[in-house]
């Protein structure tokens, strides 16, 4: 097991390398460059663009600039062109918002996926799952901005209800548990509305493993000893189908610091989805570089931890 | 156990979000004493020296201030000073001491033309003769200096170093006012300006001499000039100004500033306002004295710029500024810096010992950082920001409805469609303007604007004090583009199309993606000109694109673009032929001698009426041979929630209490005097207007 992991490891960092390459020609290849005054402005000099391109090490060849770029990201010196901060306390600011939002959301497709999987699952082949299926890949297919903007509009329409960023503003607030409260909707709404193509999803999954093992012959013998129907879905039957979700965990590490580029967005909502949306039009170079470093580092110890994980609850699969 | 986590756990969720959803619809909207603008992007810093979007200079506006600033009209008058002198020294070298002195003597002779020339004091100093004028500019100074014999031309020399120069420039320096050298100005570490004597040989070798070879030197020269003509400003500052730190302020501050300015490890965009400035010097605490190299009027108004508190920057490195000043700036303004949570607000309180007036009343400003224009707008609707800029489009939404108000003001912007006038047909003037008659322009402003714009007469826009008002507009009038078109040989051909030498009248008119409105303009365009038998292709590009392989390369035959423009009357850039090439402003490739040398004029001149003649002039030449076929200036329009703000001001002594209203600069500068009504018990007492 070690030996694989070991062996994992030393392949990610390769790819990682190999994948902030590419990404890097990517974002310096694409039209258009850093530009905090925008073009056309006759106060602009070119002796002042000179003197920024030079600032920001813009006027050497592409593949210094990687170097460079590279070397202050591993000494922590990496700086963004936008406000000259270090790019690392720009990720940490944002990382808080982004944590509180994905934990709920991810719990919140966990809990609900279950729910909706095993309601689904009881009631398999008949109408009500066909619908519920139906519903469910409907929620996989609607694009999650088009869902964002129209509860959105709707509840500012018919409710008026605050809606963007991390709390409401120009009020005095009568109670802690009121200041607390309207927080909590601000992580309430985007997060649910971010949750919803999760849930249908792992409602999927549920169902299918719970239908799975229901026909396995450990069930028939539960069954056979004349145990209520109860106790053998719950005891039996689901507490081995859950075994995917906790394999899934570990793909969820990348979302769970990466963020939600769109939804965040639209929320105003002070994440890292936001910080690279923002990053990407400002063609903020060394921000995204490590934005990009840190998700496909993530992604690679996502998958490891789920093999891990995999082997760690099934005693069946061994690594090697 | 796991049916807990089945059902238990989403009845908690629900209940979770149903609470939270209960609490925000029932809370109470007790509104703070808080004016809460949206902004649609993230200040860069709120240090005023480095940036240049406009979130950060609106933020960094309500913290700092400037020596000036322009009042409700658009006009320059003074702020952290309290007065300020122009006058300017026009110092002539002659090629002795005799020769000076006749001079001094000629012009003693002839004092009843002093007042004439506003000319205060004459000096002589070795064989140079410093002369003193109230007003500065060129023509005075050519006017006395024409009368003198035996002057010694000036050369301005440029010299470029492959390192920095070090100890050859503090010889040069030293050996100033030695007969020989006139004025040595530092452009940055390796290049610099000196001011020779002589003839140009003798100039180059002058400075040859003093420069080691190993510095590989870069000598050119710049100008030859009869005369040095150095304007000065002297700003007599306000004593009564604290920083927001208690410290006082002084003229050591707006030194500090200057010298961060042209810092160039800060690379300061705003860098190449302050080029013209030779030397700032203080001095007294509350004196601060500007030498120019060279009359420059435009450069009066770079004093806006917020001034930098010295006593906390001064000898910090950079590194330090970007997290402790950058993001925690402390400044002379109404409203004083509190906090700024990133991608989310900055937030500022008030400033109770501002310098003034007794504002202002508001307990504090909340700039809110969202996203786009539909962000803006469901924040406004939920009264999380108080006011609103509509895009026109919206505007007729908002009249109707009653719990609104809205306030309107032509913008300082106009679109265009700039023709290359490098390129057959838009080379021909008649050609031009039949165009300018074929297009119809108050129907793009009724479609495209909902009526919220005024065609546009040309260069400048009407709330300028130089913008001319008699400059007639171009009539849509098919039958007159008709006829000018068939005068310049573009009669109609066999499809319809109008043809000259067999060459169809056929062109591409390009913009840029994701703007919808030059879009649409575009299509307009193409429909009105399908009309006289023009046929036009249209093709949109990325920005980038755009700019990249078509704008900066001067690769196009016509294209729909805009100016938003600064508030001052120098668009040198945009319009002098010198100005024309690749990566340039001038890329439609103007080039009209006249204009040219108004041009150049009028950044020399000083004198107002003259100013708004030059202006005037400017912008009828220009508009009158349409390089541009000028289309609108649109109004922007901010909407507010119905009597949720009042300002008020002393009025003969008493306080006086009225609706916001909406000046030429917007209402920024009227930010410091807003309260929300229901505070008004808490201000002092007041008196209501009286009624009419």
């Known amino acids: 097991m070690l030996n694989f992991i070991l062996r994992r490891l ?13 990404s890097f020609l990517m974002i310096i290849l694409a039209p258009g460059g850093p530009n905090p005054w925008g073009e056309l402005n006759p106060k602009i000099t070119p002796q002042v663009k000179e003197m920024f391109r030079k600032k920001f090490h813009l006027d050497r060849p592409i593949y210094e600039q990687y170097l460079l770029n590279m070397r202050d990201l591993f000494t922590g010196r990496l700086k963004s062109i936008k406000d000259e901060r270090p790019v690392i306390n720009r990720i940490l600011e944002r990382l808080p918002a982004t944590l509180t939002l994905n934990l709920y959301a991810i719990s919140l497709s966990l809990v609900f996926g279950l729910l909706w999987g095993v309601w689904a699952a009881r ?31 709707g509840l500012v329409n018919y409710t008026g209800v605050p809606v963007l960023g991390t709390q409401s503003y120009g009020i005095d607030f009568p109670t802690f548990a009121n200041r607390w409260l309207d927080r909590l909707w601000h992580v309430v709404l985007p997060g649910t509305i971010l949750a919803l193509g999760g849930i249908a999803v792992q409602s999927r999954y549920i169902r299918a493993t719970v239908l799975e093992a229901m026909h396995e012959d450990y069930i028939r013998t539960a069954r056979a000893k004349g145990l209520p129907e109860e106790t053998v879905f719950y005891k039996h039957a689901l507490r081995n189908a859950v075994r995917p979700l906790i394999t899934g965990i570990g793909s969820l590490l990348p979302a769970l610091i990466g963020g939600s580029l769109i939804i965040e967005t639209i929320f105003a909502y002070p994440g890292m989805g936001r910080l690279g949306y923002e990053a990407v039009l400002e063609r903020d170079y060394p921000t995204l570089v490590a934005l990009n470093f840190i998700v496909a580092g993530l992604i690679l110890l996502g998958n490891l931890l789920a093999d891990v994980l995999y082997a760690v609850v099934d005693p069946r699969v061994r690594l090697e | 156990m796991i049916k807990f986590f089945v059902y238990g756990l989403p009845a908690l969720f629900v209940a979770l979000i149903v609470a939270s959803f209960l609490n925000v619809v029932m809370l109470t909207t007790t509104k703070k004493n808080e004016f809460s603008i949206g902004m649609l992007g993230e200040p860069s810093t709120l240090n005023p020296i480095k940036g240049a979007d406009s979130a ?54 002839s004092r009843s033309r002093w007042s004439g020339w506003q000319l205060t004091s004459v000096r002589l100093e070795g064989n140079a003769l410093l002369i003193k ?38 010889k040069i320096r030293a050996s100033l006012g030695g007969g ?31 420069l080691p070879k190993s510095l590989e030197p870069n000598i050119t020269l710049t100008e030859t000039q009869p005369f040095l003509a150095e304007p000065e400003v002297l700003f007599r500052l306000r004593q009564d100004v604290l920083w927001h730190d208690g410290e006082p302020f002084t003229s050591r501050d707006p030194a500090f500033t200057f010298s961060a300015l042209m810092d ?9 306002d302050f080029d013209t400035i030779l030397f700032v010097e203080t001095p007294s605490p509350f004196e601060f004295r500007v030498v120019y190299r060279r009359p420059y009027s435009p450069a009066l108004s770079s004093w806006m710029m917020s001034i930098l508190p010295a006593h906390l920057l001064e000898g910090k490195p950079q590194e330090w500024w970007v997290e402790n000043f950058d993001r925690k700036p402390i400044g002379t303004g109404p409203f004083k810096f509190t906090e700024w949570k990133t991608n989310e607000y900055v937030r500022l309180e008030r400033n109770p010992t501002y310098f003034d007036g007794p504002g202002p009343w508001l307990d504090g400003i909340v700039y809110r950082i969202l996203g786009d224009q539909l962000a803006l707008r469901l924040a406004f609707e939920t009264h999380q920001v108080d006011f609103w800029s509509v895009d026109p489009w919206a505007v007729s939404g908002f009249e109707k409805d009653e719990r609104f108000e809205l306030f309107s003001m032509p913008g300082n912007s ?38 919220h714009g005024t065609q546009s007469t040309g260069v400048f826009t ?231």
């Open chain 1, 123 to 153: 009631r398999a082949g008949t109408t009500a799952d066909m619908l519920s299926s139906m519903g469910a890949f409907a929620l996989i297919a609607l694009p999650g901005f088009w869902v964002a903007y129209l509860i959105l509009i």
């Open chain 2, 462 to 692: 009407p709330q300028m004090w130089f913008f001319n008002p008699d400059v007639e507009p171009f009539m849509y009038d098919k039958e007159k583009a008709r006829a000018l078109l068939a005068e310049a040989g573009w009669v109609p051909g066999p499809d319809g199309i109008l043809a000259k030498d067999g060459k169809r009248f056929a062109f591409t008119l390009i913009t840029n993606n994701g703007n919808e409105i030059r879009r649409d303009i575009a299509t307009l365009v193409q429909d009105n000109l399908r009309q006289i038998g023009i046929e036009v292709k249209i093709e949109m590009y990325e920005w980038a694109v755009f700019l990249r392989n078509f704008i900066n390369k001067g690769n196009f035959d016509a294209m729909v673009l805009g100016w938003a423009l600064g508030p001052d009357y120098d668009q040198f850039q945009i319009w002098h032929s010198s100005q024309a090439n690749p990566e340039q402003l001038n890329v439609v490739g103007y080039n009209n001698p006249k204009v040219d040398r108004l041009l150049e004029q009028i950044r020399q001149e000083y004198q107002r009426t003259k100013i708004v003649s030059m202006a005037g002039e400017m912008q009828e030449t220009i508009y009158k041979q349409q390089p541009y076929l000028f289309l609108y200036v649109p109004e922007s329009t901010s909407v507010v929630w119905r009597d949720s703000f009042r300002i008020r001001r002393p009025v003969d002594g008493e306080w006086m209490d009225t609706p916001i209203e909406m000046t030429k600069a917007g209402w920024s500068y009227y930010s410091d005097w807003f309260y929300r009504p229901e505070f008004s018990s808490k201000l002092p007492p007041l008196k209501e207007p009286a009624s009419p």
């Open chain 2, 133 to 170: 004028l109230k007003q500065p500019g060129i023509d005075a100074s050519q006017e006395i200096v024409g009368m003198f014999d035996g002057k010694v031309p000036l050369q301005v020399i440029r010299v470029e170093t492959k390192e920095p120069p070090g100890a050859a420039l503090e």
């Open chain 2, 414 to 451: 106009y679109s265009y469609i700039g023709w290359n006038l490098k390129r057959p047909p838009f080379d021909d003037e008649r050609v031009r303007i039949a165009l300018a008659h074929a297009i119809n322009i108050p129907e793009m402003v009724k479609y495209i604007l909902y009526g």
């Open chain 1, 10 to 22: 030393a392949i990610s960092t390769v790819l990682v390398f190999i994948i902030s390459i590419i």
């Open chain 2, 180 to 210: 020989k050298i006139a004025r040595v100005w530092v452009e940055g570490s390796t290049a610099f300006e000196v001011t020779v004597l002589g003839s140009e040989e003798e100039a180059k070798a002058k400075i040859a001499g003093f």
């Open chain 2, 264 to 272: 160039e490890s800060v690379a300061s965009p705003r860098k190449p």
């Open chain 2, 56 to 109: 950060a200079s609106q933020v960094s506006g309500s913290i700092f201030n400037g020596l000036l600033k322009y009042d409700e009209n658009i006009e320059i008058t003074t702020d952290l000073a309290e007065s300020y002198e122009l006058t300017q020294t026009t110092t002539v070298f002659f090629e002795n001491e005799n020769e000076a002195l006749t001079a001094l003597l000629r012009l003693e002779a």
